[in-house]
Nanobody, 115 residues
């Protein structure tokens, strides 16, 4: 059974940092692409970042230069390092893994940026 579990969210002050993790099990993780999405209350879900199976990365303009996505295929994990956080980064952050004709979502981890 495939499981995708996010962790690392929490409450942080503006300007602070958090590191999110997304752990996948039950798949050959190295052959999958992984995205991070976020959804703030009352807003549509927004794509944040992507890392391909080959390790290439892409970012939404709103987070470029502040967030870094990375992967550890030995640990079947994707990370999202978030620096210089702003109140508008407050959202539920979810991991989306896809490839080989399959797609998997995690349940999400809440990030709240507030003083």
């Amino acid at each position: 059974q495939v499981q995708v579990v996010e962790s690392g969210g929490g409450l942080v002050q503006p300007g602070g940092s958090l590191r999110l993790s997304c752990a996948a099990s039950g798949i050959i993780f190295s052959s999958y692409t992984a995205d991070w999405y976020r959804q703030a209350p009352g807003k549509q879900r927004e794509w944040v970042a992507r890392i391909s199976s080959a390790g290439s990365t892409n970012y939404a303009d709103s987070v470029k230069g502040r967030f870094t996505i990375s992967r550890d295929n030995m640990k079947n994990t994707v990370h999202l390092q978030m620096n210089s956080l702003k109140p508008e980064d407050t959202a539920l952050y979810s991991c989306f893994i896809f490839g080989n004709g399959n797609t998997y979502w995690g349940q999400g981890t809440q990030v709240t940026v507030s003083s």
